[in-house]
C-alpha cells in the first residue's frame, strides 16, 4: 500500500495484488506492507484514512509550508485490529462508500447539465428585445 507523506492531508491507497512490474515510490510516498493474513491493505487505508489518525497525523507533521509526515508518526499510530474478516468488510464497505460519492457526484453534475439544456431549451430564441433589457 502506498502513504502519500506530504502536503496539506495524509492520504493512502491500497494497492490490489502484487504489481505486474516494478514500481518505484518515490518521496513523498512510503509503501507499507501490512503482515498478510494479521492486517488488511483496504483496511489499513480506511483507517489512515480516518479523522483521528488525520489529526495524529497533523500533530505530528514538521515543516511550515509544506507539511511532512516523518515515518515515525506511522509507526506510532494505534491501528485498532478486529478480527481479518471484519477489516476486510469495512475495506469493502468504504470502497462502496467512495464509489457510491463519485457516481453521486457525477449524476448531480449531469442532472445540472440536463436541468441547463432544458432551460435553453425552454427560452426565448436569441432574438430578443433589446428595449426589454431596460
Not at 515543516?63 to 506510532?76: D, P, Q, V
Not at 469495512?90 to 453534475?109: M, N, P, V
Request: aromatic share 4%.
Amino acid at each position: 500500500m502506498l502513504l502519500r507523506s506530504r502536503g496539506n492531508s495524509v492520504a493512502a491507497w491500497a494497492v490490489a495484488g502484487p504489481l505486474q512490474e516494478t514500481a518505484l515510490a518515490v518521496s513523498p510516498l512510503y509503501v507499507l506492507r501490512p503482515t498478510a493474513g494479521v492486517l488488511d491493505p483496504g483496511y489499513l487505508a480506511w483507517m489512515l484514512m480516518r479523522p483521528t489518525a488525520q489529526s495524529h497525523f497533523a500533530r505530528e507533521s514538521v515543516g511550515s509550508n509544506l507539511k511532512m509526515i516523518r515515518r515515525s508518526a506511522i509507526e506510532t499510530l494505534p491501528i485498532e485490529l478486529p478480527p481479518l474478516v471484519i477489516q476486510r468488510a469495512i475495506a469493502s464497505a468504504a470502497l462502496l462508500a467512495a464509489r457510491e460519492f463519485e457516481l453521486s457526484t457525477r449524476l448531480a453534475i449531469l442532472h445540472n447539465d440536463l436541468t441547463a439544456l432544458r432551460l435553453d431549451a425552454c427560452a426565448p430564441s436569441n432574438h430578443h428585445n433589446d428595449r426589454n433589457l431596460e
